[in-house]
């Protein structure tokens, strides 16, 4: 494909998209419906609903939070599979020893 037929996609930080949301919800109290909201906005109605999903109602040290808390959880997961992968080959190797007997 070339470039030009490529659909455009922005990356938005996380505090962007607070910015747009609330943006987007002060369109609504000013008596815009949704979709005229989220195009003066710039984002499609889906995005605005996932990221009101996502992200709605929480403040910057909330996210800020949140981000941490992934980041933490990522790091146990990749713990916990490397466990499994030790406990895995302890096995196999335990196995291998039994049958060698």
């Known amino acids: 494909m070339s470039k030009d037929t490529e659909t455009a996609r922005k990356l938005y930080s996380d ?3 607070l910015k747009l949301l609330r943006e987007t919800e002060l369109h609504r109290a000013s008596g815009s419906d949704v979709s005229m909201a ?3 906005a710039g984002v499609s109605d889906a995005t605005y609903y996932n ?3 996502k ?3 929480m403040g910057r040290s ?3 939070e949140m981000k941490s808390l ?3 959880n990522r790091r146990l997961q990749e713990i916990v599979a490397d466990l ?6 302890l096995k196999e190797s335990l196995d291998f020893l039994k ?3």
């Open 15 to 17: 505090e962007d998209i």
């Open 38 to 40: 989220c195009r003066k």
């Open 51 to 53: 990221w009101r999903n």
């Open 55 to 57: 992200i709605g109602g």
């Open 62 to 64: 909330q996210l800020s």
């Open 70 to 72: 992934e980041r933490e």
């Open 84 to 89: 499994e992968l030790d406990k895995l080959i």
């Open 99 to 101: 049958l060698k007997e």
